[in-house]
């Protein structure tokens, strides 16, 4: 069995400040890990993704985020923050089950609000 | 590659109509999944299919969805009778094996 929980439904933080986006999961076997952005009224798309190699991971507009087996965690952050990243954040687990097939499974979501 | 296609974009129907939703994955993707969202609920998994072939349909609320993909390049979503509680973005998303999914632009489905 595989889970995402992602801390934090509503975060806010100011234009400039670091962003924290927290991402816990839990896998059985060795996952990949993804974030992913939704912007309104559009669909998800890939900010960044963990496949086994690299443990700090760069992403498009100056996300990154760091696997840490030790604290099964995936947080993404971002030094300082822009308007343009208020947006909904979703992680994500994706790993083969007993079938063979690869599940994938998303987190609730968090919603990021920028102030100016 | 034009992305994940879905059609319509939006649709309006009244409550017992049939509806159908469309996507055109990713051409060599093997993977896809059919996602519904709305602000109670958040993003659901209704049901994923790998290499044509249901894997995994228990997100399906009830009998009156069904999904069907009949080749590689097309899969449908189908409601009926349509209630108004289906009102919802629906998502389809493709992936290669060991990638990231890719999503579709999403279809906003009104039942009035």
């Known amino acids: 069995a595989q889970s995402v929980t992602q801390l934090g439904s509503h975060v806010s933080v100011s234009e400039g400040a670091l962003v924290l986006l927290r991402c816990n999961y839990s896998?059985?076997?060795?996952?990949?890990l993804f974030w992913y952005v939704q912007y309104p009224n559009q669909g998800l798309q890939l900010l960044l993704k963990?496949?086994?190699?690299?443990?700090l991971v760069k992403g498009i507009n100056g996300f990154e985020a760091e696997f840490k087996k030790s604290e099964t965690s995936f947080h993404l952050t971002k030094p300082s923050a822009h308007m343009s990243d208020a947006a909904e954040y979703f992680c994500a687990v994706s790993a083969y089950n007993s079938g063979g097939y690869q599940k994938v499974t998303f987190g609730t979501g968090t919603k990021l609000q920028v102030i100016p | 590659d034009a992305g994940v296609i879905q059609s319509p974009r939006h649709e309006v129907t009244e409550m017992g109509q049939e509806v159908t939703l469309r996507c055109k994955p990713i051409?060599?993707?093997?993977?896809l999944f059919w996602y519904r969202q709305t602000m109670m609920r958040g993003l659901e998994l209704l049901i994923y299919?790998?290499?044509?072939?249901?894997?995994?349909d228990s997100g399906m609320p009830e009998d009156r969805f069904s999904a069907k993909m009949p080749n590689a390049s097309f899969s449908t979503l189908k409601i009926q009778p349509s209630e108004p509680r289906d009102s919802a973005v629906y998502f389809c998303?493709?992936?290669?094996?060991?990638?990231?999914?890719?999503f579709g632009p999403g279809t906003r489905l009104t039942v009035l």
């Open positions: 963990y496949t086994s190699a690299a443990t």
């Open positions: 299919f790998n290499n044509n072939v249901p894997i995994d």
């Open positions: 896998s059985s076997v060795p996952p990949y």
């Open positions: 051409s060599g993707h093997d993977y």
């Open positions: 998303a493709s992936k290669l094996t060991s990638g990231e999914q890719f």
